[in-house]
């Protein structure tokens, strides 16, 4: 698979702790890879508050508990967002408006970090995307 690790997108990262069924069989392979760490970004954090905030995501607790709680169960590291993904963001074509999306694959190519997502128009950036 890909030794420089894995940037699970916001769904795998809700779908590998509840409802794994969805996660594809690649995916799956992935996630159980010892030697390639994977990451969740902050950003995913962000997007499932304000998803939570709008009722259009169910948060039994604060984010803060559930992202260390879901981290925890699939040994899963935070990605922070550092000045050099801005700058990769900036430079990014506009193929897509999603804000969330957009910088997962900045932190994913300044990272050196394939993305696990079901979400087709992340490869057209020219990202390693894994479904």
């Known amino acids: ?20 069924a969805k996660v594809s069989p690649e995916a799956k392979i992935a996630l159980a890879e010892p030697s390639a760490p994977l990451y969740v970004s902050v950003a995913s954090l962000w997007e499932m508050q304000i998803k939570h905030g709008l009722g259009k995501l169910f948060l039994p ?27 990769t963001l900036y430079r990014l074509p506009m193929i897509h408006r999603d804000p969330f999306d957009r ?29």
């Open 61 to 87: 607790d604060d984010i803060d508990r559930i992202a260390i709680r879901y981290a925890d169960k699939i040994k899963t590291d935070f990605l922070a967002i550092t000045l050099g993904h801005v700058g």
């Open 103 to 131: 910088m997962l694959i900045a932190q994913a190519l300044a990272e050196g970090l394939t993305i696990v997502s079901p979400d087709p128009v992340l490869r057209e950036y020219g990202a390693p995307v894994l479904w």
């Open 1 to 20: 698979m890909n030794s420089g690790g894995y940037l699970l997108d916001t769904n795998v990262f809700l779908w590998a702790n509840e409802n794994y």
